[in-house]
């Protein structure tokens, strides 16, 4: 009888504080509105992510919201419209953050904007429908439709930028060239023509 206590102390002992451990609750996620359509998310694991990062938007309460931004695992941009895209190159090239973003999005993204390529690839970029596990499975992304229009808008650097956004659902900037055409081929509902 006194072993079979000892050893129900022992195990006590032992795997009390196991217990303790398992049941200790982990960080809470924290989600922070940086203005507009702008959001910082932390996960409990601690990976941050920047959904549609116009940070320096005039309702975000942060002046200089860019120095805040030091550490970013993912950037995810719901469509190619400024107030959308915001500074996501120039946080992804500070950052080193992953793009999350629909496959021509980010395509464009990397070849006309300077993102670096290296941050948007196969693994992080989508289609309709799809879904991705990030920040070590802690997140699942869904691509899922909606109705809305997407294009990249010239910048002072690149005026000669000529960008279709086709019709079709989710499809963002699908052709991209820099010299206006009029080749039907490259013609789509909208009427904007690029050759390739």
Not at 57 to 67: A, F, I, S, Y
Request: hydrophobic share 40%; aromatic share 6%; with cysteine.
């Amino acid at each position: 009888m006194k072993s079979l206590l000892k050893f129900c102390l022992f195990a006590l002992v032992l795997f009390c504080p196991l217990q303790l451990v398992s049941t200790a609750q982990a960080a809470p996620t924290s989600i922070q509105w940086l203005g507009h359509a702008a959001f910082k998310i932390t996960t409990p694991q601690g990976h941050v992510l920047l959904i549609d990062p116009w940070v320096a938007n005039p309702q975000n309460p942060d002046k200089e919201p860019l120095k805040g931004l030091t550490k970013v695992d993912y950037i995810l941009v719901t469509h190619g419209h400024f107030d959308h895209l915001g500074q996501a190159v120039e946080i992804g090239k500070q950052s080193g953050a992953k793009l999350i973003a629909n496959f021509e999005l980010g395509s464009n993204l990397t070849r006309v904007l300077g993102f670096p390529k290296e941050q948007a690839g196969f693994d992080t970029l989508m289609n309709m429908g799809g879904e991705i596990s990030i920040a070590k499975g802690e997140v699942t992304v869904a691509m899922t439709p909606a109705v809305h229009s997407s294009s990249l808008e010239p910048s002072s650097e690149s005026q000669s930028l000529c960008l279709v956004s086709n019709s079709c659902s989710g499809c963002e900037g699908a052709l991209l060239g820099t010299r206006p055409t009029k080749d039907p081929a490259l013609s789509n509902e909208a009427g904007g023509n690029c050759e390739l």
